[in-house]
Structure formats: C-alpha cells, structure tokens
C-alpha cells in the first residue's frame, strides 16, 4: 500500500487532497497544515487516515507544547481517526481511545545507527505498529533497514530518507513493509528523498512489485538527474515485463554494492554512469570487447547468477553517427578526416568507435594531457584545444559539456569552423537540439545528436537485459517529453 502524506498547505487544501488524491491512505500532518481543523479533515467518507504531529525532536514543525499535542492525537481519535503515529519515547502517555491504530514512530535524521534492531524490539510493546524511518548516509544503509521486515511478528513501517535511501521507499512493500510513504503531489513532500504518489504509481508501478519482480537500475553519483527510470520502466510497462527499474546513488565502491546487490534482490542488471564505470568492472565475471578497448563499462546483465559487463555507450555512438552518414555523400566513416572534441568518457568511446569504422582522428581537449593520452593511446594525432577550428576534417563531433542545460547558448566552435563539415556530432543530449546541431542544420549539414547515442545505448541494453525487442520509439518519446519538462 501507498499512504500520502498531505502537509505544507491550508486545511481546506488538504481535505480536498485527501478526497481527490487517490491513494490507499492518507496521512495528515497536523504540524504541517495551517491551522488543521480536526472535524472537518476527518468528517464523511473518505480513504483510511493517519494523524501525525510530529515534534520538533523528531523533525516535525509542532509549535505547541507536548500536552497539547498529545490532546490533538487524542482527539483525532475521538473523531474516527483510523490511525495515529506517536513518537517511541511519547507512547506511554497517549490515551487510546476509540479504535484507532497506534503506530509507535522513530526517526533518525542524521544516520542508519547499528542498533536499529534493538530499536525494533524496543518499540514493539509500544504499539500496534512499528515505523522506523532513518537517513541513508550510503546506499547499504537500505539494506539493514529492509532486513528489519523479515520480522513478520509485528506489523512493520520501515525505510530509509535521503537520495541515497530511494530504493527503500520504493521496495518497502514488496519486502514487508505495511506500506510506504508518498507525497499527495509535487508542493506538498514532507520528507527528504519522498517520491510523490504520481511517481511511485505510474512510473515506478510500487503497487505491482513483489519479491518475483526483476529489479534494475542506475548506479551513479549524482544520481537524480538521470532519465535512464523514465525510459526503462515506460519500456517494462509497454512489454508487460514484471520489472522495476531504480536510481541507485552509490557513493561507495561499486563493485560491492552489485555483489550485495544481487544476493539481496532478483537483479537483473544496471546502468553505470560517472563516476563508476571503470570500478565497477572489478565485480565482473565476464565482460565484451569493447569493454575491454575503452577500459570501462556501463551496462551490467545478470545471466545465470554471472555478471557480464558490457559497454553500449561504441556501438551507440557508431550507430546514430553511421544513420547520419548515410545521408552524405561519404556514406560511412572509413577514411573520414574526424575532429574529436573532448577527450574524457564519451570522447574515448567515440574515438574507438571511429577506429574501429576506419576513421582518422584529431582529438583535443580543454586539457592538453588528456588529449595527448588517449591520441596516443589509440593512434591517433592530438591538437591543442584554442587551434581546433584551424584542422581540417569532413565530421566534426563534441563530446564535451560545452552547450549541455542550462548553458544551452554555447557552442564548442564557431559557426565558420562548421562551414566545411560534412557531417556534426554533439554527444550532448539536453537540450535534445544544442546551439552546435542548431547551427549545423542551418547550414544544411546533417547532424547526430546525443540524444541518438542516449536512445541506441538504452535500447541495446534492455535487449541485453530481456532477450526482448525494445519499444525504440517509445524510449524515445518519454525522454523527448522528459526532457521538454525540464
């Protein structure tokens, strides 16, 4: 079950949230709702509902003293409250009445305290619920938390906050959890890290995930800017594929979260993004060719308990620089004069893709030692960064940040250095159009964008991680859509 939690609005707005939103419960936070009027927000019919008012000890906004406090929960319950939550070390001194449901809370806001099983047991004689609700300082952090719900003896609330604690508001319920939190909508969250009920219904689908469900996602740090959820889990959904697809924000070594990762969950496999697609290899039994040249991976598949590593990102590229290709009168990229801008992760993934299609390379880069490196490295000539739009070259391809959101009015070179082009890469891919493609198709040259690479790079991993073919189009219209919200 899914509970929202409506706070941050006036008492008329949160009864018609609590009518209007939808959910399976609903809890009020009196502390956070201008001037709460009890009789109202609990009259007719409506969803079962949870009264909170939580203190300021235990991260909560109540302004009044603790009896006063004490007699809001007590009147909730006079008026046909089906829940309260009371804070542990405030129980004894609550009156039940009626039949409301007491839910004995906890909260740690700074960390995951080793003894929060001893916490568990502590509160157990309490209540008729447990909720234990910590801060995730590191993603295994979730992972004792979860454990706490293979107790099955006393109903069970638990999860944790924070970016790094996602994945435990989104798999309480499939482990045990009696259920989890959500925001009733976008301006009311009442917690770091909360996720609203639009979120976890339509694109994480909380309500169909079990412990049958197969379970993916994206390791990296940052981690909420990724678009990889809006893709993979539109693309489960299209297919009918029991899976969920989660933001993993790995501040750690990567390598051993995967390995705890898959003993703990029905994994399926990972996307790998900066800055972890080098150490996560260490976790690898096996791994393909071209994760083998670029020395880094961004794709794990799980296959018969076995890590495979594998790296999309070269045939990705290759792929939307070769539909591009077709449209010149080169054809394709063999002995093609390419000008490489950029030299970190999505340059060296570019250039051994040029390579290997039989293309002569110029790298630069901002810093003249990386460029000279992977040149080397490769076979291939390095220029330095301020004489780049003096080479000569037919396709010219950025793989840095310059033109990404928000400094979206910038190019990496001048509308004069694209007049000799035959073809232009940008493996930016927001904005979907940079000022470099832009000017380019104004120029009548054709172009291939990041958000190509992007799309290639999902799709080719979901086959990898299904064996099914991928809903292209759709991946695509998600992330264009996405990509205009932001």
Known sequence: MICASIGNVSSREARDLLLECGADMVELRLDLIAKPDLPKLLAGERPPVIVTNRPKREGGRNQGGEEERLRSLEKAMDLGADYVDIEWDSAGKLARKGHATVIVSRHDFRSTPDDIVTWREEMKPKGDVIKIVTKARDISDNFRILDLLND??????????????????????????????????????????????????????????????????????????????????????????DAVYLPLLVTGDPAVFVREFVKRFRA?????????????????????????????????????????????????????????????????LKGAQCLLLGAGGAGRAIALGIKDRGGQITITDGIAEKAEQLAEEIGARSAPWEKREDIECSVIMNATPIGMHPNANASPVSRRALERASL????????????????????????????????????????LWT??????????????ERLGEG
């Open 152 to 241: 099955r003896s006393t109903p069970t609330v638990a999860f944790c906050m924070g970016e790094a604690g996602a994945i435990s508001r989104l798999l309480a319920p499939a482990c045990g959890s009696a259920w989890t939190y959500a925001a009733a909508s976008e301006e009311t969250r009442t917690a770091p890290g909360q996720f609203t009920l639009e979120e976890m219904r339509r694109l994480y689908r909380v309500p169909t995930v079990t412990r049958e469900t197969k379970v993916f996602g994206v390791i990296a740090n940052p981690v909420g800017h990724s678009m990889s959820p809006v893709i993979h889990n539109s693309a489960f959904a299209e297919l009918g594929i």
């Open 268 to 332: 399926g496999g990972f996307s790998v993004t900066i800055p972890h697609k080098v150490a996560v290899m260490e976790a690898m039994d096996e791994t393909d060719e071209y994760v083998k040249k670029a020395g880094a991976m961004n794709t794990v598949a799980v296959h018969g308990g076995r890590l495979c590593g594998y790296n999309t990102d070269i045939p990705a590229a290759l792929d939307a620089i070769d539909a591009a290709m077709a449209g010149t009168d080169m054809k394709t």
């Open 424 to 463: 232009v890469f940008d493996a930016v891919y927001n904005p979907p159009v940079t000022m470099l493609l832009s000017e380019a198709k104004e120029l009548g040259i054709p172009t291939a964008s990041g958000l190509d690479m992007f799309v290639n790079q999902a799709v080719l991993q979901f086959e």
């Open 467 to 480: 064996g099914e073919k991928a809903p292209a189009a759709l991946m695509r219209e998600n992330i264009v």
